[in-house]
Structure formats: C-alpha cells, structure tokens
C-alpha cells in the first residue's frame, strides 16, 4: 500500500487529540499539560496527549486497588476470557492500529501489522492459553503450594515496540488476577489509548486497566512509590531501571526490569553464509534497530571475515528507506530527532575510535532529509574496547567483530558485554550452534535463526545490566503471583 496525496491512511481516525485518561472505567479528564506527538517522518506534531499528575496517577491506583479483591476472587477461567476477548478485539483492529505504529513509531505499516499488533495479539491468546494449565495450586508431600495474585501491578512501557510490551505485561498479571495500572511512554502514546478504548469496548470490569499517560518522572514515579502497588514490571532503558528500582526498594515491592541488550549473533565457521547473513541484517535493523534484543554485534571468524563484510555490504545496499506508509519501505524513520542525533552521535564517535565504516553513516539517507532517517550502518574492526563493541546505539548500526580461537573464542567474545539479553549462533550443525549457545550469558538464544513470533511461550529476559526477571510464558505468570505453602 503506498498513501498518496487524498488517501486515507490507516488509522487515521485513531490519531487525534487525548485529553482523558482511562481511570475506574471511566474517561476522567486531566489537569496535564498537552504533549506533542510528533510523526517522525514529517516531523509534524499529529496529536496530543496530557501530561498526567501525580494525583491522576494516585487516582489510578485507587481504581485498581479498589478493583483488585473483585477481580482476585474470580474464576481463573472468567479472567482468561476477558484476555482472549482483548485478544479478538485487538486482531480486528489490527490494520487499524498497524497504522497508529506506523504513525507515532515509524515502523512501515505492513510490518507493523504483524509484528506491533498481531503479535501482540498471540502473546495474550499463548498467555491465556498457559493459564489453563498454570499450577494455581500445587501438591506437596507436607500439603500444597497456592499461587495468588500479588496485588497492583504498574507497567511502564516503551515506546518501540509499544503494544507488545503492554501485552507481555497485562495479559500475565489479569490472568493471575491483578489490577493494572499502565503508563505507556509519552513518545508514542496513541496506541496505548486505542488499546484503552478496546479495554472498556471488551467489557472488563472497571479499575481492572487503568491508563494514565504521562512522564516518567512525575506519573511513573508516582506510581512505583505508591505503597499499595505490589509489583512494577518497567521496559526501558538501564537508567531509568534503576530509578525504578531505587524507588521500590523502600516499599519492598518486586521489580521486573526488561532493559537493554548489546547482544551477539555468533556465525561458527560452518556457518551456512546464504541464509545467516540475510537473516543477520534483518535482526539487526528491525524496526530500525529500535530493539532492545537486535542482534547488533556479528561475530565473525577471521576466515569468513571478507566474504561476510562482501555480502553484508550488497545486502544492506538492497534495504529500502522511507515513508512507512509505502508498501516497498524496509525502514521507516527513528522515532524521534533526539534518538536521530543519539544515533549519529554513535556513528560519528565510532568513525572517531578507529573503526572501518563498511556502508551507511551518519548523515540521511538520499532524498530523504525531512523525517528522522537515518542510513543503515555497518562498521568492521571493532575490538571489545571500543564504545560501539560495549553501548546500546538503539539504531541502525551493526558492529562486525572477528574472533580467532575457534568456538572458544566466540563464546569469549559473546560475553564480552556487561549486557545479557539475547544472542544468535549459526552453524550447518545444530548440536554444535545449541552446545556454543548454552554458554552464551544471554536470556534467549535463538539457534539458525529461530523467528520470534514462533516462540512466544519461551521466557523473555536478560542477565546483568539487561535487567530482572523474565516476561512470556509460564515465566511471565510467575511475576505476578504471591506462593503460599499451605501445609497439612
């Protein structure tokens, strides 16, 4: 689909003026100031949104607590249909809201659809799915062990991947019987108000979603310091975490961190270079490498070196560049011009340290200086001491790395980062690729190239500086639920 000029773009009707948060079922207007949303590829402001008090927040968490003892007592099977009808209603609307991401993110609208809005969709249908046979109550030899709902859960979500970071929150902690308050980011709000609006269409009970938008440091704050929310489940960056956490620790309140990654992908010297190298590109710029799991360093043995360089060069020359609503658009925009000059600003300090620019850099890309664009990105000789080998760029650039001494080395290599949250390892023998992966310190290795989407019911987290915690799955449930061992 390309949007030309009297098109009407999807969910064009979804991107306009907010002024209410969604508190106790009900719209309640805000006292906020507006913020802008700005489509980063015309750098207009299409929207606004208010900026939430801390009262609003406190009004928020009234809702859901009051909310809470209801929906704690009900069945395990009635919560689960409440999530498989947020589910059905979010698969209707999916082209709709596809084009919402497209909008506020800059992600193309024909992969958004599928991976901002569809997916979100079977995390909480997989979700709803575990908590069928989730062990709410569990034999021992001395009696049983119960698991129940821990209260108030705050989510805080990102701005990049907006919808399935709430799914991966939300789906979880309804199932297991909390409340929710949820602040998505001020960056790319208006996704998170579509969601609001399906919340009350798919009749949930009042107080059980509450949705105050808002900055960090004033809504978000107010929440996590709240002493009756129980659990805080925050996707973002590493500082922001451990505010998060500072915040909570007085209340003693469990903290669940997804945070950033600087993450390998490992080609082993039998690596099959047809599919690995193709596949390298793609985890490495989705989304225009606005992923906290992209595959951002390639760790290349020193006899593959050239070839690879060779065809990472010709394959990213093949990437196209533009307007998310053109259906030939591989990339749209970064979401923002401070993410743009954040990005630059790596690119420039990497040229600076001595590593060898393959293609791309830091200036936009051809015929495209309006928007935040930004050129993918591939640098070479890159050793682990250099600031490209060891910070999050969150953008289109990809580091190669070479290694020397066989799978040893890559695994060396690999763990060579303070992060921990995913890597790759590709090889023609997947006994060997899954024996190098095991001792990658990582929360998800994804073994020749294993998709996401297939995999929704593994466990999603990092080691180190990657975060706390983990989301999807049973693992996910588990963030949520307090154990009592019931004996006798």
Sequence with gaps: MTAGVGTRRPGADLVRDRTDHLIGGRWVRSTGEPVAVVDPATERVVAHVPAGTAAEATAAVDAAHAAWPAWAATGVAERVGHVRALADALDAAAEEI??????????????????????PAQVLRTTADL?????WREPTSAGEVLRAPAGVVVAITPWNMPLHQIAAKIGPALVAGCTVVLKPSEVAPLCAYALAELVVAAGLPPGVVDVVSGTGPVVGEALVRDPRTAVVSFTGSVGAGAR???????????????LGGKSANVLLDDAPLDVAVPSAVQQAFFNSGQACNALTRLLVPAALHDEVCERLVAAVGEIRTGDPFDATSDLGPLVSAAQRDRVRGHVRRACTDGARLLTGGPDAPDGLDVGYYHRPTVFTDVPPDLALAHEEVFGPVLAVQVYDSGDAGAVE????????LAAG?????????????ARIRAGQVKVNGVRTRDS???????????GLGRELGRYGIDEFVEITSLLG
Excluded at 413 to 420: E, R, V
Excluded at 456 to 466: E, I, M, Q
């Design 425 to 437: 390892v590709w090889s023609a023998d997947r006994d060997r690729a899954r024996a190098v992966g």
């Design 244 to 258: 998060v956490a500072e915040l909570a620790a007085p209340g003693i309140k469990r903290v669940c961190l997804e």
């Design 98 to 119: 596809g084009g919402v991401v497209a909008t506020e993110v800059g992600m193309p609208w024909h992969l958004a659809v599928p991976a901002q809005v569809r997916m």
């Design 413 to 420: 290599l690999a763990n060579s980062t303070d992060y921990g």
């Design 456 to 466: 929704l019911d593994a466990p999603f987290g990092g080691y180190g500086r990657s």
């Design 131 to 135: 908590a069928e046979g989730y062990p």
